[in-house]
């Protein structure tokens, strides 16, 4: 899930991926607010997310090498991710190489600093693994268990771990963002932001 939201200053307008994880070319266009990504297992939803993750801040989320990002028989990947922000446009570039570091370009300019990139980009990622820790240390902290997938679905989606998780959600947004908080509740999960004013990062939420 890819959430913006109304009042949110960027929004993420399309993304175009070449020799990327299981993606020989993929060009794609979001809605402004909420986008929903669905389909069988390992069908590459993920990936979808970890490019846009990656072309806004160079790290995957999973913390892979570049090398391995690459589409298996090719030498380079490349990723291009336009985002509207505040009524500007920006095009983001990057090219992944199996040998070499990775080449950053804003607007078709080379870049030398990630840096660069964050006063333009901003996200609040969560995934599976983080969810599944969460539920972990709230609901036996001190004996970590092992999970299936459809355990974790179901400890996830009780009412109990909801409000468990958004307590957790919440805490994190207010120390890495201060001006942004994420609330979940009840048994479906909800993504409340509080107002307009304090809206200003997108969500990406990988279950």
Excluded: W
């Excluded at 997310?49 to 999973?62: C, I, M, P, W």
């Amino acid at each position: 899930m890819l959430f913006s939201g109304s009042g949110t200053d960027m929004v993420i307008r399309s993304l175009r991926l070449k020799n990327y994880r299981n993606y020989d070319l993929l060009d794609m266009s979001f809605d402004p607010k909420t986008n929903i990504l669905y389909g069988d297992n390992a069908q590459g939803k993920t990936n979808i997310l970890e490019a846009l993750y990656l072309s806004g801040t160079t790290k995957s989320h999973r913390g892979t090498k570049d090398r391995d990002m690459i589409q298996f028989g090719h030498d380079e990947a490349h990723l291009e991710m336009v985002v509207e922000k505040k009524g500007l446009t920006f095009q983001i570039d990057m090219h992944l190489k199996k040998n070499s570091p990775k080449g950053i370009a804003i607007d078709r300019i080379p870049i030398r600093k990630a840096s660069e990139l964050f006063g333009i980009v901003h996200f609040v990622f969560f995934s599976p693994d983080k969810l599944f820790f969460t539920v972990t240390r709230y609901l036996t902290p001190s004996k970590p268990a092992s999970f299936s997938r459809q355990e974790r679905l179901t400890l996830i989606l009780s009412p109990c771990v909801a409000i468990a998780i958004g307590m957790f959600i919440a805490a994190t947004a207010r120390c890495a963002f201060t001006s942004n908080a994420i609330n979940v509740s009840t048994i479906n999960t909800h993504i409340k932001q509080p107002s307009s004013a304090s809206a200003a990062l997108p969500y990406i939420i990988d279950i």
